[in-house]
C-alpha cells in the first residue's frame, strides 16, 4: 500500500526538484491533521480489540458510531483552519519562495484528500481491533490502485486528460482516498457494523477520554519533533530538502511496515488483556520481537547493497544522487531500532501503558530531537547528514526506553 502511496512523488519527481520539494512541504501539515485522527484511530482500535476479547461487540459498534459524530465534527474544522491559514503555514514549515505557488496548488487540493483518509482511519479501526487486517488492506489497495491510475493521468496529461502537473497528483489523491472510505463504509454496512448507538454518552467519554489523552500526547510529541525537526532541515535549501524528502519518502516504506507490526502487537496484547491470558500475550510479543528482527535485517540489506539503484528512481540528478546515497546508509541503518520501538510500544499500549509511551516519547522526540538536531546543523555544520544522525539517536533512545519498560512489565 505504501508503495502505491508514495508512486505521486516518484510521478512529481520526474517535474524536478521544485516540484518534489513543492509536494513533500505538505507532508508535516498533512501529519499535524493526521495525528488526530490516528490517535483518535488507535483508542477506538485499542477499545474494540478489548471488546473482542470479552465477547461484547456490539458494544464496539456504538463506540464507532458515537466517535464518527464528535470526532468527524471536529476534524472538519481543523480542516477549515488549516485551509484558511494554508499559505501562511506552509511559509512557516520553510516553504521558500520559489517553489510555494506550486505547494498551494497541490496542498489546496490535496487538503481535502486529508479530511476523507482522517474519516476512513476512525471507520476502519474497528475493523483493526476485531483483527479484520485483510479488510483493510483490499480497501486500502484498491483506493491507491486508483490514487496511481488517476495521478499519471492528470500529472502529465493523457488523451483527452490535461496536464496539471502537482495539482493532478493531489486530484488523483481525492479520487484514491473517496474511493476507500466508499469501500470501507460498504464493508461496515455488510457486516452490520454501523447499527447501534449515535448519540455519545457519559460513559462513552469516560471510556474513550483516559486512553486517549496518552496516545493523542504521544502522537502530539511526534508530531511537534516532526514538525521543528523539518523546519530545520528545509532551511538547508531546496537541493538538501529534496534528498530529505526522497529519503524520507523510501524510509516511510519500511517505517509503514514495522508499524503493522506495532499494530499487530497492539491488538493481540488488547486481544490477550481482554481475554486475561498472560500466556499469550506473552508469546505474540516473542514473536513479534523476533519477526522484526528478520525483516529489520532483510529491510537493511536491500537498502545499504541497492541504494543507488532506489534513489535513481527517485531522481537521475546527478547533484542529488551522492548525498542521497549518503542518507540511504542512516535509512537502512534504523530499520533495526524504529521497527523494535513501534513493535515493544504497541505491546506497551494494548496492554495499558500508553502513558509510559507518551511521556518517553515526549522526551526523546519534542525535546532531544530538536536540540540534537539544532547542535548537529548549527554548531557541528554537517548538514543534511546531520539530520539523519539526529533522527537515528532519536529512533535508538525511543527503542532502548519501550524494551526496558516491556521488560518491567513482563517482570
Known sequence: MILLSNVDIILVGALGTEAIAAVSIF????????????????????????????????????LLLQSVLVWGAVLFLVHVFFYRYLDSILRWMGAEESYLALALSYADVALFA???????????????????????????????VVNVAVSALLIFGMGPFPALGVQGAAIGTVVGTVFTLAGTVL??????????????????FREFLPVFGGVFSEQGFERIGMVLYTRMVAELGTVPYAVHAICMNFCDFYYCFAGGLGKASMVLAGHS????????????????????????????????????????????????????????????????????AMICAGALRGSGKTTQVAVYSFVSIAVLRPIVTAIFLYKMEWGLVGAWMALAIDQSIRAGCAHFLLRRLCV
Not at 490516528?38 to 461487540?57: E, N, P
Not at 476512513?120 to 483506493?143: D, E
Not at 508469546?283 to 528482527?293: A, E, H, P, S, T
Open 187 to 204: 464493508y461496515l454496512r455488510d457486516k452490520k457494523m454501523l447499527r447501534g448507538r449515535c448519540v455519545p454518552s457519559r460513559a462513552y
Open 27 to 62: 507532508t508535516q501539515p498533512r501529519m499535524m491533521i493526521l495525528t488526530l485522527a490516528r490517535s483518535l484511530a488507535a483508542v477506538i482500535a485499542l477499545l474494540a480489540a478489548g471488546h473482542y476479547g470479552r465477547g461484547t461487540k456490539g458494544k464496539a459498534s456504538d
Open 114 to 144: 486529508v479530511f476523507v483518509t482522517s474519516i476512513t482511519a476512525i471507520l476502519q479501526a474497528v475493523m483493526l481491533g476485531f483483527g479484520k487486517t485483510g479488510a483493510v488492506l483490499r480497501t486500502n489497495l484498491q483506493g491507491n
Open 273 to 340: 488483556r481482554g481475554k486475561g491470558d498472560p500466556e499469550a500475550w506473552e508469546q505474540y510479543l516473542r514473536v513479534g520481537i523476533k519477526w522484526g528482527l528478520i525483516f529489520s535485517l532483510i529491510s537493511f540489506l536491500v537498502t545499504f547493497l541497492l541504494r543507488e539503484e532506489i534513489f535513481a528512481v527517485y531522481s537521475k540528478d546527478a547533484g542529488t544522487m551522492a548525498l542521497g546515497c549518503v542518507i540511504l546508509v542512516f535509512v537502512a541503518a534504523v530499520s533495526f531500532p524504529e521497527a523494535h
